[in-house]
């Protein structure tokens, strides 16, 4: 057959579709204006999804030219920093090469590109003692996102310094979760529940607080083991935590054996305007209002002796 005459065989299938869309489109234009029709015209050919497609695309450009010019920075110094002494981060001569490797390490592991990410985050924690960078994180994250369960643990278990780093249980967590094997952080969990302020009240959540912890990701430091830094530990794997996030919150309910708790408009204590004022509090289940002590929830606005009284006798237990 020739080329002249393959050009000339379509496809039925494709032919109907394109058929369907079209007729489909005529119908939809059928009921625009003539000023509609000029206006839809327009915005396709010069409009803002144009100049958005063409921005994405110089921005896209611009990451990949970055990504390369990393890349060739890094393999140029490469073997003076296996040879230097000392290898690693004490070596302030050694700082700048390290820096660009830690960038793109984290280029590649933004841009979906895991294995080359781990690969060079593991390259410097086996020559870096100290691990002054905190590639251990990086790469307990970066397994998280690469499913490779088995291979975080080995890693995990692989220092004791590792076990009970709040920064490293995190990723652990999820982790088993997700492969399935959430019996085994059950204690692990719930050590943490008297060691956070604030973690219990997390895991009580119907959802994870997906946007506070998208919001920590650009924090350059915050304190050991707080709330925070379980929000910088999982916006470390956002790509895999956004569509099982519902899924893992379940499953630590489960673990803790918390129940739902009830919505504080359920206890029939208070007017539509203390509710509204608890909401914007941030007080929407009766287990947010026994986080507060009696004497700070008496100086929220409209709260007063009898509602603490009714509240009291519905079963509500502040914090002493």
Known sequence: MSKKDN?????????????????LLQSELAGFSDEELDELYDDLAFGEAFEDLEGEAALAKMSYQTLRDLERTEAQGHDSWLTSEPVGWINLGERPYLSNKMALATAYKQNGLYQKALDHFLEIYQVEETDGLRTRYEIMSSYVLMSKHEELKAFYFSKDYHQGDLMMDIPYIISSILAGQEESVRDILDDWLFKVDGFFAFCNQPMMPLEAIMEVSSLDSYQANSMTAVYVSLSTFLPILIPSSHYIMAIIQQLLDIEESPLIENLEVFSSVQLNTLTSFGIQYVSDIEEWSEAEFREIPKIGSTTIKKLKEKGVVFQS
């Open 7 to 23: 050009d000339k065989i379509i496809d039925f299938s494709e032919y109907l579709a394109e058929k369907d869309f079209e007729e």
